[in-house]
Structure formats: C-alpha cells, structure tokens
C-alpha cells in the first residue's frame, strides 16, 4: 500500500511581515511557537512521500475545519489562532487573506493523493503529529493517560491496518492508546468518502525523542514506511 505523509505542525516559520499582527513580543511569540510545533517530525520522514505545511501553526492551522462546526473555535484556537496554547490574547489583527495559505495546503494535499492515486490502488493517508508528555490548558480532554503513541481513527477504519500498527508500536515497547488523548483523523476533501484512501492519525509523545537519541522514533516510523 503506497503511504502519503502529513505534516501540519512542525514548521517554526511566520513571515515576518505578519509579526506586527501579534500580540505577544518576538520572545513571548518564540516560547508559545516552540511550545506548540511538532519539533523535527519533517527530518524523521524526509525519505518518505509527505506533504508539509510550511508556516507554524500559530500563523495557520491547516488541520482545522474552515468553518463554525471546528470545536477548537470555542477555545480561540480554530485555523487562526486567537489565544495561546494557556489562554492569553495571541493576535490584535486577523488578518482573513492568511486563509490563503489554508486553501492552497488542502489544494496540495488533494492534487498529490490524486496525482499517487493515479500508479496506486490504495493509499494510506497517515497524519503525524506529536504532544506535550503533560495536558496543555487549551487542550479539550485533558486526561493524564498520555501514552507513548496515540492512534487517530476515524469512525470508518480498516482493522487489519490497525492492528499491524500495534503489532509494530509493541514490538518497539510503545505505550499506546486509541484516540486518547486526540481522536479522528484528517482526510483530504476530496477523498472522504472514496473507497482507496485509508487515514489514520499518528501522534507521539514528545518524550519519545526530544533530548534523546532520534534513532529509534525514526526506525519506529521506517518499520511503519515498509510493514504496513
């Protein structure tokens, strides 16, 4: 099964001619952008088909629904950001034009599965993320359960796919938990509902590889790249 990598979250890039729309200093905005970055998960599947998302979280949340059902929305945190990750005011301006950013990343996203799906059968979308080892105050379910490896599913999943990737996550010694603490998985809009596409949601513990040796995360994931 061929895979496509999603990586919406470890950039650490706001272009500087947006830095005047926040309302944090460049210090505060540094700790609050490094607080909420998926740190180094681009290096770890740089051998890998992937799709990045270029620009930090905090100037575009291309993983957010566009539009009032995005829960996140209550917390001041939907594609653009109101609030930091502890409640402070973030921005003075939403600036509507970054929304930009948000349509042309999903327009990637679909034209590349399309563009595999043309040589592929089956697509395995996996969108990779990675977490604080304790519950940040914007989060919504803040349960203290925080496993090594956290699967995503939609309502929708293929079994058997998931149960090679336990088998892979324990043969690393993983803790791992289903949709706990995050749940649900992204797929590209246009394939939501067509049959070849598979999503699945991956999210790791930071413990598992900041301030310690990359090595085994990156195996974990090559084990994933070639097994499954």
Do not use: A, Q
Request: charged share 30%; hydrophobic share 30%.
């Amino acid at each position: 099964m061929e895979k496509l990598y999603h990586i919406p979250h470890s950039s650490l890039y706001i272009p500087e001619n947006h830095i005047h729309e926040y309302s944090l200093s460049k210090s505060e905005l540094d700790v609050e952008n490094e607080i909420m970055t998926d740190l180094y998960l681009y290096e770890f599947v740089k051998p890998y088909k992937s799709v990045v998302f270029e620009y930090s979280r905090l100037f575009c949340d291309v993983e957010r629904y566009n539009s009032e059902d995005e829960v996140m929305n209550d917390v001041g945190m939907g594609v653009l950001y109101e609030k930091t990750s502890d409640g402070r005011n973030l921005r003075k301006i939403i600036n509507k034009d970054i929304l930009e950013y948000y349509n042309s990343h999903h327009k990637k996203l679909n034209d590349r599965v399309n563009e595999l799906l043309k040589n592929y059968n089956k697509l395995l979308f996996i969108d990779l993320h990675s977490y604080s080892d304790k519950p940040l105050e914007y989060e919504l379910y803040k349960n203290l359960n925080r496993p090594d490896i956290c699967i995503g599913l939609n309502k929708k999943y293929d079994k058997k796919l998931v149960e090679k990737l336990i088998y892979i996550i324990k043969k690393f010694n993983y803790s791992y938990s289903i949709n706990e603490p995050f749940k649900g998985c992204l797929i590209p809009s246009d394939f939501i509902d067509d049959e070849r596409v598979e999503g699945i949601m991956i999210e790791i513990n930071k413990r598992c590889y900041i301030g310690t040796d990359f090595s085994k995360i990156k195996e974990f994931l090559k084990w994933i790249e070639e097994k499954i």
